[in-house]
């Protein structure tokens, strides 16, 4: 038995031969001519009913019977002999009656690629169709066009008080706004919740006399940011009650490192982008302390600006980047240092030139792709500076008044706008909110907002609205019915509710004069008489009750009263003798005790039966040889 024989016995004669091999290309290729040939030939056998249809079922052909152009009236051709020019007509030429002028003329019109009849005449594209397109050609021109894409077709007022709204926070999803101002108040508004009275529903004064300086949402949403004139920065939960507060620093420590917060007021604060926990605050001191909220005993982190020289300097205010992995800060020297948030030594970008030295550096922001930061000056100018090369700005606008230390710049949601308020003075012009285009830096467009300062500014990426806080107490949103959601839109379409109108109970009367007496209802009197009767009722007037004379009734002591000590005062006050002379006081006695002796006389009966008392003596001035100046002073 040989080799292969065992093998195949065993079980194993396919071990060891190498697998098989295919060859797509090649099986896709034989499918394809299989498709096109099965379907060549189910259309000539279509062709050929339809001629025997046409055809009279005589013998002999007619020579004008109406044939398809090329083929034969009697369609004789073999399928081989003409198989290629079959395959390039089918696909190339209609089968059936050609087609009406109209109907040929909107299928040269349609695309090539179109599958189907044409339409009849009078029907175009969709109605669906036609409006996507023009709103794809829409969305080209804002795509061109970016002043199309804000949203100031309409607005709303809320009245946040008299005075600067000098903060503003809107909540990552957009449901509730915050405000807080110079009246030290702060207000929580739900837009769900309004309606078109556009009320708060709460107010409070978390830092009780400190004017509001930052309030800002973490990034879940949950609690609140709110820095104030303080020493101290407090969290509060979506309702507005406090959740932590950080500890104060110790003032009379040099090295500000070794404290455990802030000594001086806070400037501003923000939270972290990514890390819902931690937040960083810049304070007079001259640090940036960053914080953990599960920790309100001491700092996180400690970043200490410094001068040219070396000295410290205040920051203003301060900002992390969009990853949360830098830091970056304004100093009032003009500079803007950044550091590494794990880094607190050294800066990893400055520019001592930043800004005029002496102006408080209102605002830094960066935009969304993180590569572009944003300072608003308080030498009336507004730049952006290219991360990648921090030595010069990319763009500078001058002319924009900046009176308030918290005066905002941010970047619309698509990164090709820039805005930014401007201050006046109260009553002399209008406050304008201001758009620049990022490359350029051209003002592409403005909005008159109010008669006072616009300080605070935000453009809510989701809901599509901008939110301006001015210096007359009130906040506007401006929104597009079209491009905005939700929002202020939620409550501008609810009617006010009506005023709750206090629930007294009155009694009706109803006039029966044919009623018998016990069944008339008692007339309602006058209520002079009333009262009247009421005073002189002892019950109802309280009439208090008069003295007891004599020796008391009722349970009450009489006017002199019934105890031991009311008796001996009384006594006292009526006893009238005189005891000037203490021995005439003893000897008016005498006579009594001799005639009635009872407590001295009988123990002196036998031994001194009589008493013997001193004769009177007149007394007699005795001279003094006294001095004069040793005599005692009457």
Not at 427 to 450: A, C, H, M, P, S
Not at 532 to 537: A, P, S, T
């Amino acid at each position: 038995m040989t080799d292969p024989d065992i093998g195949a016995i065993m079980g194993f004669s396919g071990f060891g031969k190498k697998a098989r091999t295919f060859d797509l290309e090649a099986i896709f290729e034989q499918t394809r001519r299989t498709a096109i040939e099965r379907s060549r030939k189910v259309l000539e056998e279509e062709e050929r009913s339809v001629d025997g249809s046409q055809d009279p079922p005589s013998c002999s052909g007619r020579s004008d019977s109406p044939t398809r152009k090329g083929h034969s009236g009697h369609s004789a051709s073999s399928p081989g002999a003409n198989g290629s020019d079959n395959d390039s007509n089918s696909s190339s030429e209609g089968i059936g009656p050609a087609l009406p002028s109209q109907l040929c003329r909107l299928a040269v019109e349609e695309d090539e690629d179109a599958v189907g009849p044409p339409l009849p005449p009078g029907y175009g594209k969709p109605q669906c169709e036609t409006d996507d397109e023009e709103e794809d050609e829409e969305d080209d021109d804002e795509d061109e066009n970016p002043v199309k894409r804000i949203p100031d077709s309409h607005e709303i007022t809320l009245t946040h008080g008299k005075k600067t709204v000098s903060a503003l926070g809107l909540d990552p999803s957009g449901a509730r706004l915050v405000t807080g101002g110079y009246d030290y108040e702060v207000k929580l508004w739900d837009f769900a919740g309004m309606d078109a009275s556009l009320q708060a529903f709460r107010s409070l004064q978390p830092c009780e006399c400190h004017q509001i300086k930052s309030l800002q949402y973490s990034s879940t949403g949950d609690v609140i940011l709110c820095v104030a004139g303080s020493a101290q920065a407090k969290v509060l939960d979506r309702d507005g009650f406090q959740v932590m507060e950080c500890v104060k620093g110790d003032q009379y420590i040099v090295d500000q490192a070794k404290t455990k917060g802030h000594t001086a007021m806070l400037n501003t604060g923000i939270w972290h982008p990514k890390i819902k926990e931690e937040f960083v605050t810049c304070s007079n001191d001259g640090t940036v302390r960053t914080w953990d909220m599960n920790n309100e005993k001491k700092h996180k982190n400690v970043f200490k600006p410094r001068s040219v020289q070396g000295k410290r300097v205040i920051p203003t205010t301060c900002v992390y980047s969009r990853d949360g992995k830098l830091i970056a800060a304004a100093c009032q020297d003009g500079s803007i240092q950044i550091w590494d948030r794990n880094m607190n030594v050294h800066t990893k970008f400055h520019n001592r030139q930043a800004h005029v030295p002496g102006t408080d550096t209102s605002c830094l922001s960066f935009s969304y792709d993180g590569n572009t930061l944003a300072s608003r000056g308080g030498d009336d100018t507004i730049k952006t500076w290219d991360m990648r090369n921090f030595r010069k700005p990319l763009n500078v606008a001058s002319g924009l008044p900046n009176i308030f230390p918290m005066t905002d710049c941010c970047f619309s949601p698509d990164n090709k706008l820039l805005i930014t308020g401007t201050s006046v003075k109260r009553g002399q012009e209008n406050g304008k909110l201001l758009f620049f285009d990022r490359e350029t830096f051209q003002k592409l467009y403005e909005i008159e907002v109010t008669d006072a300062s616009v300080i605070r500014c935000l453009w809510h990426p989701k809901l599509n609205q901008i939110m301006v806080g001015t210096g007359n107490g009130l906040a506007k949103v401006y929104y597009h019915p079209g491009k905005s959601q939700r929002g202020a839109k939620l409550c501008v379409v609810k009617t006010k509710r009506k005023a709750k109108q206090s629930q007294t109970v009155t009694q009706d009367y109803v006039i029966t004069p044919h009623a018998l007496p016990m069944f008339r209802e008692p007339r309602q009197k006058s209520t002079r008489k009333q009262l009247e009767k009421d005073r002189l009722d002892p019950i109802k007037s309280h009439k208090p009750e008069p003295p007891v004379s004599g020796p008391g009734r009722g349970g009450r002591v009489g006017t002199h009263g019934g105890t031991l000590s009311s008796f001996i005062v009384k006594n006292i006050a009526l006893d009238k003798t005189d005891d000037s002379n203490p021995r005439e006081a003893i000897l008016r006695h005498a006579k009594e005790a001799e005639q009635n002796p009872y407590w001295v006389a009988p123990a002196y009966v036998k031994t001194q039966p009589h008493a013997v008392f001193a004769a009177v003596e007149l007394e007699e001035e005795v001279e003094d040889d006294e001095p004069e100046w040793k005599k005692r002073r009457l």
